[in-house]
Each structure stands twice: as structure tokens, then as C-alpha cells.
Nanobody, 120 residues
Framework: VQLQASGGGLVQAGGFLRLSCARS????????LGWYRQAPGKQRELVAS???????NYADSVKGRFTISADNAKNTWYLQMTSLRPEDTGVYYC???????????????WGQGTQVTVSS
């Protein structure tokens, strides 16, 4: 399984971006699709997730501004980010928690990260 993240960039405060994460390779089952971010000098944090294809969860700091969605036919999930703030700046990583095969344990897969910079 490989994940390819894209869509980051430089945007002014109040602007918007859409991140995409495309999965290649087969996987037995998917438990969660998510987006994490890591700001300079800070720990990586969960921004948004979809669990079992239906339940969404957001960090308090992005509720009402970010939306996570998935297109199963394209093996791709997205993070629509609006009303961006300078504190949203960081490297955004897509994450998949899933079971690679029937006989293996659930594990994390990570994309390579895409930089989001919000200027004030």
C-alpha cells in the first residue's frame, strides 16, 4: 500500500485549499482514513478522520472549517480546508489504518506529507 498526498501550497489567511490522498495497492480492510498535521516544533496531531466509512471526527480547532470526505471508487480521500488561519500552517500527512491482509494485524500507512502555509 502506498499513499500519495497532494494539494498543499501557500495561501493567504481566509483562503482555502483541498488536499488529496490517493491509495495504490490492495488492502484487506480499512478502519480509518485520516489527515494529521505537524507544525514546526510541535507534535503531529489528528486533524480529521473517517472511521468505518461513515463516522467523521475533527479536531476542535478545525471544526466548521475543514471537511473530510472519501471517494471509494477512486481510492482517494480529501481534506477541504476553508477559512484558513496562520495557525493551520504545517505539514499535512494522510493516514490509513487498516488490515493489509486477512492474516495480518491492523497497522498505519502514511503519505509523504504536503506543506500548507497560511500567511497573515
Amino acid at each position: 500500500v502506498q499513499l500519495q498526498a497532494s494539494g498543499g501550497g501557500l495561501v493567504q489567511a481566509g483562503g482555502f485549499l483541498r488536499l488529496s490522498c490517493a491509495r495504490s495497492g490492495m488492502i484487506f480492510s480499512i478502519h480509518m482514513l485520516g489527515w494529521y498535521r505537524q507544525a514546526p516544533g510541535k507534535q503531529r496531531e489528528l486533524v480529521a478522520s473517517i472511521t468505518n466509512g461513515a463516522f467523521t471526527n475533527y479536531a476542535d480547532s478545525v471544526k466548521g472549517r475543514f471537511t473530510i470526505s472519501a471517494d471509494n471508487a477512486k481510492n482517494t480521500w480529501y481534506l477541504q480546508m476553508t477559512s484558513l488561519r496562520p495557525e493551520d500552517t504545517g505539514v499535512y500527512y494522510c493516514n490509513l489504518k487498516g488490515q493489509p491482509t486477512y492474516s495480518t494485524a491492523k497497522r498505519d500507512f502514511w503519505g509523504q506529507g504536503t506543506q500548507v502555509t497560511v500567511s497573515s
